[in-house]
């Protein structure tokens, strides 16, 4: 059974940072990506970052540019994501998402596997 599983949501004021944390039970494949959407109350899931597991290639939400860091440690099938300079509005449930076979990052039906979802909430 697939597990993915995350950690290091919580509150913070805005300009404080937070370290997101995921980690697989999924065998890597050249193909093989990790990405983190999230959602708010009352709007859709939206894409944040993704990376590439065997290039590390990595792409992002233009509004977290410069201010988020996704990597990976391939050792520790664990995905992270750096976030610095919070605002209130990146107050979300962030959820991690893997799966082999992903063509394209930034949209959320290319992954099969789903973590239970993490709360970041920033306040103003």
């Known amino acids: 059974q697939v597990q993915v599983v995350e950690s290091g949501g919580g509150l913070v004021q805005a300009g404080g940072s937070l370290r997101l944390s995921c980690e697989v039970s999924?065998?890597?494949?050249?193909?093989?990506?990790m990405g983190w959407f999230r959602q708010a109350p009352g709007k859709d899931r939206e894409f944040v970052a993704a990376?590439?597991?065997?290039?590390?290639?990595?792409e992002y939400l233009d509004s977290v540019k410069g201010r988020f860091t996704i990597s990976r440690d391939s050792a520790k099938s664990t995905m992270y994501l750096q976030m610095n300079s919070l605002k209130p509005e990146d107050t979300a449930v962030y959820f991690c998402?893997?799966?082999?076979?992903?063509?394209?990052?930034?949209?959320?039906?290319?992954?099969?596997?789903w973590g239970q979802g993490t709360q970041v909430t920033v306040s103003s």
């Open positions: 998402a893997a799966d082999p076979l992903v063509i394209r990052l930034r949209d959320n039906q290319q992954y099969k596997y």
């Open positions: 990376v590439r597991w065997s290039s590390g290639i990595t």
């Open positions: 999924i065998r890597t494949t050249s193909t093989f990506a």
